[in-house]
């Protein structure tokens, strides 16, 4: 016994201990540490170099904790009102990011094979962009500012909505229930939405009050310990836990979800980043090699999908030509939330993961370069399109020629840079 505990203590202090330097390394290079967790997930899990036995139990519950702590903060991010608004000005930007990114990898899962459940799987991977890494990479750019980004952020929060309608419904399809009991499922979770934005909307500062407190642990206690009860009572309902702790974020607001979100951040970074290696450990490295042809085409699909997501987007709103393509080129990135759809799916369809991993690494790469430099490479090929055919250089590039007067939207969209 004593033996197991110093084995578990050694490994896990290590894996903790590892990840810190690895997180410093990213911010360093100015890259998302996710692909480095998923890459030291690789290196210490099965089939890798030094594969960790004592801690394996450890971390599979600090993943699922992981999980939790993610779609939490990402609830308490967003008003239920602020979603409300979403849902009414962003629908049609959202049905076309649905089907232009989810299209894709339903088509490869079955022309891999995979069948109807693995079709919903990797159709979720490769439709949801990732939050936290374009959050990251708009605050490195300095765009919070710009007029494009209230459109990201849109179409972001419509793809986190969405996860409470699919995740219970891939959930259902995943445990093998029938039309009769996926049905069941999707309308128990959209109900449960509903009730949770109806109480967030009319109860709110209620709901708040009742959890607040000055003093700091005890709230702590009290929306951590509420969290994974209703994270547990979602699951055994078949709705998901990750979306039971998002809508208790959703249904906190004000100060208390401000303190919480303070208080929660440094557990999330935490456990996430468990949460990301724990799902490196779980794929064998020597999978890998034989997707990533595959997992390449489908990246480089999805980058033009969802260039052209955001591109449509930014238009509906009346934003210009170099906002449009800033808004395409800041959604490609990929992360945590097909880890999750990936990690959730991989024990009913195993071929998943390596594709998965290999399909996220790639994209949470290339998402902040395709943000950096999508608007000003479309520019550069305008130009020489421009210059070949014998056109002005301003008549087509998104400049302004002297000899006409900017339209206000056109004006605008240059002082975003």
Not at 269 to 289: C, Q, R, W, Y
Not at 305 to 324: D, E, L, Q, V
Request: hydrophobic share 55%; aromatic share 6%; no cysteine.
């Amino acid at each position: 016994m004593h033996d197991n505990t110093t084995a578990l203590l050694v490994e896990l202090g290590s894996v903790i201990l590892g990840l810190g330097i690895i997180g410093r390394f990213a911010g360093r290079i100015g890259l998302s540490p996710i692909p480095l967790y998923l890459l030291a997930g690789l290196a210490f899990g099965q089939g890798g170099l030094l594969p960790l036995g004592a801690s394996e139990e450890f971390t599979a519950v600090g993943a699922e904790i992981g999980v939790i702590l993610l779609l939490l903060l990402l609830g308490l991010e967003y008003s239920a009102s602020e979603l409300v608004t979403s849902l009414k000005t962003q629908y049609p930007s959202g049905a076309v990011d649905f089907v232009l990114n989810a299209t894709p990898g339903a088509v490869a899962a079955l022309l891999l094979g995979w069948g109807p459940v693995g079709a919903v799987a990797l159709a979720g991977v490769t439709w949801i962009s990732s939050s936290g890494v374009i959050a990251k990479v708009l605050a490195d750019l300095g765009r919070l500012g710009n007029r494009e980004t209230p459109v990201i952020l849109g179409v972001l929060v419509i793809e986190d909505l969405s996860m409470a309608v699919y995740l219970p419904l891939l959930t259902a399809m995943l445990a093998g229930v029938g039309l009769a009991g996926g049905s069941i499922a999707l309308l128990v979770a959209l109900g449960t939405v509903g009730f949770v934005l109806y109480l967030a909307l009319r109860h709110g500062r209620l709901i708040s009050r009742a959890v607040s407190s000055d003093n700091p642990e005890m709230l702590l206690l009290v929306v951590l310990g509420l969290t994974v009860l209703v994270a547990g009572v979602a699951q055994q309902l078949q709705v998901s836990a990750a979306v039971g702790a998002f809508l208790v974020g959703i249904a906190l607001s004000g100060e208390v979800a401000e303190g919480a979100r303070k208080l929660l951040t440094p557990l999330r970074d935490l456990f996430a980043a468990v949460f990301f290696v724990f799902f490196g450990l779980s794929t064998n490295p020597a999978d890998i090699p034989p997707v990533l042809l595959p997992a390449a085409l489908l990246a480089v699909v999805t980058v033009f999908t969802k260039i052209a997501t955001g591109w449509y987007a930014a238009r509906r709103a009346g934003i210009g030509s170099r906002g449009r393509w800033r808004a395409g080129g800041t959604l490609v990135a990929r992360g945590e939330f097909s880890i999750v759809i990936a990690g959730l799916a991989v024990a009913t369809e195993p071929r998943i993961g390596p594709i998965a991993t290999a399909y996220v690494l790639i994209l949470v790469i290339v998402g902040p370069l395709t943000a950096r430099w999508t608007q000003p490479a479309v520019e550069l090929i305008k130009k020489w399109r421009a210059k070949d055919g014998g056109t002005a250089p301003g008549a087509d590039s998104g400049t302004i020629p002297a000899a006409r007067v900017p339209a206000p939207q056109e004006e605008l969209a240059q002082t975003a840079d």
